[in-house]
């Protein structure tokens, strides 16, 4: 569903493309890839381990957006006589693509993360590696990690183990396809032969997984994410990334797969980045969003609470959901990464309500992902960790850091390509909702189209949440500044 698209005589490709660079330059990211990375990434030809399984020949499938081609993961699992389900997700093999200390990991590590810049990719790997040699691609053999574990019927993850081996993508499935015929839609193309029971079971678990996680206070949010889309003759749209059932099936597959490969290397005397979510510091607005909605929360955070008030705000009222997802996610506050020592406590992910938690399924677009892939082949096999405690913590700054300024990089070119498409509209007024307030002003996301911007008149009073009707006073596309006054 487009919510904006803009208009030939403003979408100068080479315009936009030159202002992402430059707000990825200011934000101190590295925009070229050094030749030494592209000739390192060239020769890089690793040759299977001697001690990697060999699994070829199951039927694995990946289900990612039409356009991906750095397939991170594919799935495939099997029902025991026992009633569990043994889930294998295999992720793609970086590591012995890009070793440490090489000028390929210099690079990755710097920039820590692909980066999303409106139509501008700009890839965290060479695109040699990130959409060939270690992409999960159809019909391709490749090397692999795979992570697998055991659900019950009540969807709690046992027995996680993780190993290197060899496999082979059978079916290379598309998210709106797979969703669309899992509701059932007359018009959704079948999967290829063989996998559409692979594939319900792959649902069943996943759900049995999101249930488990939700009994324990996981939080669902219904949230606008918009990606850029080049139209045929180089115009650009921005979309909104519709939810559906495959998107969440490989999403719960995920976590559940994170968590497996926090305790794993947790069980075998490894110390791993975590991703956490802190109990949120602005718990009080929480409490009065929700009193204002006729809900009374503890005065403590409480996950369980707090999920069941969004239940409940789903099912009340599924359109102004949205509204009221997006301020709770802004009040939450950020994730960051933190190295988590083995039998230590920390903190866990108060948003998934998931206490060992990593980033181990995305090593094609994530620097943590990749730095604890390189943990599990030590683990794997019997080698020493490959890094002190000290550069593991500097890791995860990095990462923390990095990924803040990336969070910055994809709402400032937002923004450019919503002030390109609204220059025409300045005096109009729109309904929206208050999703920032610092020492930097007030922030408003309009509620159609959800373009965000600042108050910069009438901002007093305002709070993340609040409803607020604003009129579009200037617009300035190379800054991607959106300035708004309250009505």
């Known amino acids: 569903m487009a919510f904006l698209s803009l208009p030939p005589q403003s979408t100068d490709f080479d315009k936009v493309a030159r202002i992402a660079r430059r707000v990825l330059h200011d934000r101190g990211f590295l925009v070229d890839l050094p030749r030494a990375?592209?000739?390192?990434?060239?020769?890089?030809?690793?040759?299977?381990?001697?001690?990697?399984?060999?699994?070829?020949?199951?039927?694995?499938?990946?289900?990612?957006?039409?356009?991906?081609?750095?397939?991170?993961?594919?799935?495939w699992m099997e029902k025991l006589p026992d009633g569990r389900?043994?889930?294998?997700?295999?992720?793609?093999?970086?590591?012995?693509?890009?070793?440490?200390?090489?000028?390929?990991?210099?690079?990755?590590?710097?920039?820590?993360?692909?980066?999303?810049?409106?139509?501008?990719?700009?890839?965290?790997?060479?695109?040699?590696?990130?959409?060939?040699?270690?992409?999960?691609?159809?019909?391709?053999?490749?090397?692999?990690?795979?992570?697998?574990y055991l659900v019950t019927d009540d969807g709690t993850v046992q027995e996680p183990k993780v190993y290197p081996a060899r496999v082979r993508n059978r079916a290379q499935l598309v998210y709106e396809d797979v969703g669309a015929?899992?509701?059932?839609?007359?018009?959704?193309?079948?999967?290829?032969?063989?996998?559409?029971?692979?594939?319900?079971?792959?649902?069943?678990?996943?759900?049995?997984?999101?249930?488990?996680?939700?009994?324990?206070?996981?939080?669902?949010?219904?949230?606008?994410?918009?990606?850029?889309?080049?139209?045929?003759?180089?115009n650009l749209e921005l979309a909104v990334v519709q939810k559906n059932r495959a998107r969440e099936l490989v999403e719960d597959l995920m976590i559940a797969a994170n968590n497996a490969t926090a305790r794993y290397l947790d069980a075998h005397?490894?110390?791993?980045?975590?991703?956490?979510?802190?109990?949120?510091?602005?718990?009080?607005?929480?409490?009065?969003?929700?009193e204002s909605r006729g809900t009374k929360l503890p005065a403590e955070p409480d996950p369980r609470a707090l999920s069941a008030f969004l239940g409940d705000e789903r099912k009340k009222d599924p359109t102004g959901f949205r509204d009221v997802s997006l301020a709770v996610v802004k009040l939450l506050g950020p994730g960051e990464y933190v190295v988590a020592q083995p039998g230590k406590p920390h903190e866990g992910h108060f948003g998934l309500a998931v206490y060992d938690y990593t980033h181990s399924t995305a090593p094609n677009r994530r620097f943590a992902d990749l730095v604890t892939q390189r943990l599990l082949f030590a683990s794997a096999r019997g080698v020493a960790n490959p890094y002190s405690d000290d550069a593991?913590?500097?890791?995860?700054?990095?990462?923390?850091?990095?990924?803040?300024?990336?969070?910055?990089?994809?709402r400032t070119m937002r923004k450019v390509l919503a002030a390109i498409a609204l220059a025409d509209h300045v005096g109009e007024e729109y309904d929206g909702v208050i999703t920032g307030r610092s020492d930097k002003g007030v922030f408003v996301r309009l509620l159609s189209p959800p373009a965000e911007g600042r108050i910069v008149r009438g901002e007093d009073g305002l709070d993340v949440g609040d409803h607020v009707r604003v009129k579009l006073t200037a617009t300035a596309p190379e800054k991607g500044f959106l300035d708004f006054a309250r009505v």
């Open 37 to 75: 990375a592209e000739e390192a990434a060239e020769h890089a030809h690793p040759a299977p381990h001697s001690g990697d399984r060999d699994l070829r020949d199951l039927p694995w499938s990946s289900i990612d957006n039409r356009e991906s081609r750095d397939l991170d993961q594919i799935e």
């Open 85 to 148: 389900v043994r889930v294998l997700i295999a992720i793609a093999d970086v590591a012995s693509f890009a070793p440490a200390g090489g000028p390929v990991d210099a690079f990755a590590a710097a920039n820590t993360s692909t980066l999303y810049a409106g139509p501008m990719v700009f890839p965290m790997l060479p695109e040699i590696l990130s959409v060939d040699r270690t992409s999960l691609l159809h019909d391709r053999e490749r090397l692999s990690m795979v992570t697998e």
């Open 181 to 234: 015929w899992l509701d059932g839609s007359p018009h959704a193309p079948a999967p290829p032969r063989g996998f559409e029971e692979q594939l319900r079971l792959q649902h069943q678990v996943a759900r049995c997984l999101r249930k488990q996680r939700f009994e324990r206070g996981a939080l669902s949010f219904e949230t606008v994410e918009a990606r850029t889309i080049t139209l045929p003759g180089g």
């Open 269 to 290: 005397g490894f110390p791993s980045i975590r991703r956490i979510v802190k109990t949120p510091k602005r718990w009080s607005r929480i409490v009065e969003l929700a």
């Open 392 to 410: 593991l913590a500097a890791v995860a700054q990095r990462c923390t850091d990095k990924e803040n300024d990336a969070r910055a990089v994809e």
